[in-house]
Structure formats: C-alpha cells, structure tokens
C-alpha cells in the first residue's frame, strides 16, 4: 500500500459537484411534497375525525340521556323497594315491646323537639327579638 493519498482529476471533481448539486435540489423537492402531501393528508384526516366526532356525538346524546334517564328511575325503584321491603320486615319480625320502645320513644323526641322550639320563642318575646336570627346561646336539652 501506498501512503499516497488518491487525487481525483478536476474534470471528475467538477462532474460530480455539479451531479450532486442536481440531486440535492430534487432530492430536497420531492421530500419537500413529500412533507406538504403529509401534512395535507394529516389536516384532511383532522378535519374528517372532527366531523365524524360530531356526528357520533349527536347521534349518541338522546341514547345517552334516555339511559341515564332510566338509570335514575331504576336507582329510584331500588331505594323505594329496599325502604319499603325493609320497613315491612322489620314491622313483621319486631317484638311487640320493642315496637312500643320505639313509637314511645319518638313521642318524646317530638315532645322535646317542641318544648325547645316553644322555649325559644317565649325567650325571643320577652326579650323582643327574633328567634330564627337568634345568635346567642346554644339551646341546651
């Protein structure tokens, strides 16, 4: 091997400058359409998903609100049916004394609740104010 390094003759050097520069600029022109075709194709994809997106909106809005209409109505059946079922069980398997514990127990919560309600007002007449905007004292049972 030699340590000389190749030269090539200036005829070669110019023909392949010139072959070069040829390619590059139609190489960079058809990668250039290239990129414009993409980015049409991409802006035309866009603008159909957009329009294909709305359609399927509106077609599935009244589907979705009926279901979600009669998912309310059945949650409500369920709460109504679970209440009720539940209170006529309870009713039919509670001891006598525990149904009187408990309607005697209400009476006197009702009663209390009324005593301080009654309390409360008397309180406001003689002091001549108004016991809903009452900001004083908290009431004590």
């Known amino acids: ?6 030269q090539q003759p200036e005829e070669e050097r110019n023909s392949s400058t010139n072959a070069e520069s040829g390619s ?3 190489s ?6 290239a990129f414009e075709g993409l980015g049409q194709s991409i802006r035309d994809a866009f603008k159909s998903g957009s329009r294909d997106a709305r359609k399927t909106v509106e077609e599935a809005l009244p589907k979705v609100k009926s279901e979600f ?7 409500a059946y369920a709460v109504a ?3 009720s079922f539940g209170a006529a069980l309870v009713d039919e398997i509670t001891p006598d004394n525990v149904k009187e514990g408990f309607r005697e127990g209400s009476q006197a919560g009702k009663r209390a609740a009324e005593d301080v309600v009654r309390n409360q007002k008397e309180r406001a007449a003689r002091e001549g104010t108004d016991p809903s905007t009452d900001e004083g004292e908290p009431v004590i049972v």
């Open 69 to 75: 209409s009669r998912g309310v109505h059945d949650l």
């Open 1 to 6: 091997m030699n340590d000389e390094t190749y």
């Open 81 to 83: 049916y679970a209440t």
């Open 28 to 33: 960079s022109k058809s990668s250039r359409e």
């Open 24 to 26: 590059s600029s139609s």
